[in-house]
């Protein structure tokens, strides 16, 4: 099936018909009857109510299969439509709505006017309409009429909402921004950013991001918005209570309300950035351990050799060939401790070795190997 028809086409439809009908008025019953008959097939075939409202009686002149199947109500004499029988199919706390979108057109210059409001079926269930319609005036300026179209946009309404409950129990938070400024934040977002609802809205988007990273969230957002980033960016926000927070950010453009905005989704991952600083913390105390063990190891030797020949060196009547060998032991020790010095501040990686124990230590030699 074809979709349906919009405003503007019905609207552009009966006024072609109406011109039609005017030009040929005077000269050929036969054709206005025609034109007038087909109209009126063509009327009744819409899905959408139709219909021609006189404001001086209260009454419609003309009305589509569609609005009387709506807005009558049934009596022993049939189906009755009238101000009073529209007016028992709106929910009551709607009517004061139309009545007053209805004023507001009466007054504007264009007389165009539309309204969404809550029908109520017999059987008492609900239903939500869309209705669109434009005020006739005389040459004076005096209303005569008013036409119009009702659309059921039941399905749109039940989506909207569903769309509604899904981004407030979301689990991410969630915004729409408009002119820089916040136009719909859901409960998480408040949640994560610890201001109300009112006090984000109107607020400054920039106003929760941190200085710092500005100037970068402003970039990544635009090269999001151009399609030019696929993957989320970090950043921190400053929340109300003056809390710094690590948050995850994507960012889509959206209309809203008949105009551009930006959609924005927003995880707060200040736990995950804490949890990765104190394994990158962990990893360099582990790192420092294992280098100390790998020092004491490495020098443990030499040097304990240079402590006992020192010693011995010390000691009175010591023959000449024990002295000399001794000093060269002392020598030899010393310049393995340099070496091994050395290999030390030439570490560029990280390469550990089985220890005692189980343990590990780092592997000087493999580490300073370039």
């Not at 072609?16 to 040929?24: G, I, M, P, S």
């Not at 007038?36 to 063509?42: I, N, R």
């Not at 991001?209 to 400053?238: Q, S, W």
């Not at 889509?252 to 991952?269: L, N, P, Q, W």
Request: glycine fraction near 6%.
């Amino acid at each position: 099936m074809g979709e349906k028809p919009s405003y503007e086409e019905l609207e552009a439809a009966f006024n072609d018909l109406k011109a039609r009908y005017a030009e040929l008025k005077k000269n050929d019953k036969s054709v206005i009857r025609a034109l007038s008959e087909g109209f009126e097939q063509l009327a009744d075939r819409s899905q959408d109510a139709i219909y021609q409202f006189d404001i001086e009686s209260g009454t419609f002149p003309f009305f589509n299969r569609r609005f009387l199947d709506l807005y009558g109500i049934r009596s022993e004499k049939g189906i009755v439509l009238s101000s009073r029988s529209t007016r028992k199919h709106i929910h009551p706390d709607d009517i004061s709505i139309l009545r007053e979108a209805r004023r507001c057109s009466l007054e504007s210059e264009d007389g165009l006017g539309e309204a969404e409001y809550r029908y109520v079926n017999p059987d008492g269930t609900i239903r939500w309409m869309h209705d669109r319609w434009s005020v006739i005036r005389e040459k004076n300026g005096q209303p005569v009429t008013i036409e119009g179209f009702v659309r059921d946009i039941t399905k749109r309404k039940q989506a909207e909402d569903e769309l509604e409950r899904s981004r407030n129990s979301a689990l991410i938070g969630s915004y729409i921004v408009q002119g820089q400024r916040f136009r719909y934040v859901n409960p998480q977002f408040v949640r994560i950013t610890a201001y109300t609802k009112e006090e984000l809205m109107g607020m400054k988007s920039m106003t929760l991001v941190h200085k710092d990273y500005r100037e970068k969230v402003k970039e990544n957002a635009r090269l999001m918005l151009k399609g030019e980033r696929t993957t989320p960016y970090e950043f921190c926000i400053v929340d109300k209570n003056n809390n710094i927070k690590w948050v995850m950010e994507t960012v889509t453009s959206i209309e809203f309300e008949k105009k551009r905005a930006i959609m924005g989704y927003f995880m707060d991952v200040t736990r995950k950035k804490q949890i990765e600083e104190e394994r990158r913390e962990k990893e360099k105390l582990r790192t420092i351990l294992e280098m100390a063990g790998a020092v004491s190891h490495e020098l443990n030797s030499p040097l304990q050799t240079v402590l006992t020949s020192s010693e011995k060196l010390a000691k009175d009547g010591l023959d000449e060939a024990l002295r000399e060998k001794l000093t060269g032991l002392i020598k030899r020790n010393t310049l393995k401790m340099v070496e091994i010095s050395r290999k030390i501040q030439s570490i560029s990686k990280y390469v550990a070795k089985e220890y005692v124990g189980g343990e590990k230590i780092v592997d000087i030699d493999a580490a300073s190997e370039k």
